[in-house]
């Protein structure tokens, strides 16, 4: 029998070439974990507006291809006109009411508590899918519904919300893959090394 011993090192004890190498490992073989609620709220805009969204990733130059499906006078729709289309069509799924909810209490075994949405608070947060990422599709559509810019048509909302979009997740993925957050997540996984950088298992 031949007895091996390994040190092994938290990701703060590593050297800078060590470091380095994890990191490598990290950003190569890691998966990256937000792909699905990303494509959940690009379908959830498809199903909200007339459009359907081409092939999209990450770091793209060329940004997210779409077209409308239907008919094309409503991408030339602007200023007031464009604005009160919205309202009239999607404002039902674009403001949401207040949830208000009671404290909760067990009556003959059953836990009962009275519930409802304000009709008159209305709020924006996050009312395609619940993800934090719907506010960041959305937010030119609640900045033109404010100002009502005349010179912006429909389809160059359609662009101004994707190119958010495309934004917001370009930066979500660089951050995941930082040295920041890789060293975050070796210290709240208590992930370990060997001296070389190498993920060490038990």
């Known amino acids: 029998?031949?007895?091996?011993?390994?040190?092994?090192?938290?990701?703060?004890?590593?050297?800078?070439?060590?470091?380095?190498?994890?990191?490598?490992?990290?950003?190569?073989?890691?998966?990256?974990?937000?792909?699905?609620?990303?494509?959940?709220?690009?379908?959830?805009?498809?199903?909200?507006?007339?459009?359907?969204?081409?092939?999209?990733?990450?770091?793209?130059?060329?940004?997210?291809?779409?077209?409308f499906t239907e008919d094309n006078d409503i991408e030339n729709l602007s200023g007031i006109r464009l604005a009160t289309y919205i309202y009239n069509n999607y404002g039902d799924r674009l403001f949401k009411g207040k949830y208000y909810s009671t404290i909760g209490k067990y009556i003959e075994g059953t836990y009962t508590y009275k519930h409802r949405y304000s009709n008159v608070i209305l709020h924006n947060s996050c009312v395609l899918t619940g993800y934090y990422m719907d506010d960041n599709i959305l937010e030119p559509v609640y900045r033109f519904l404010k100002n009502s810019d005349k010179d912006t048509n429909f389809k160059d909302l359609m662009h101004k919300c994707?190119?958010?979009?495309?934004?917001?997740?370009?930066?979500?993925?660089?951050?995941?893959?930082?040295?920041?957050?890789?060293?975050?997540?070796?210290?709240?996984?208590?992930?370990?090394?060997?001296?070389?950088?190498?993920?060490?298992?038990?």
């Open 1 to 67: 029998m031949r007895e091996h011993i390994v040190n092994v090192y938290t990701v703060n004890e590593l050297d800078e070439s060590a470091l380095n190498t994890a990191l490598e490992y990290f950003q190569n073989d890691d998966f990256y974990p937000s792909v699905e609620e990303h494509r959940e709220t690009i379908k959830a805009f498809e199903d909200l507006f007339p459009i359907s969204v081409g092939e999209w990733y990450y770091n793209s130059l060329h940004g997210i291809d779409f077209r």
């Open 162 to 202: 994707l190119t958010s979009f495309q934004e917001s997740i370009d930066s979500d993925y660089e951050h995941y893959y930082s040295l920041e957050n890789f060293k975050d997540m070796s210290i709240n996984n208590e992930w370990e090394y060997t001296a070389n950088g190498k993920t060490f298992t038990h």
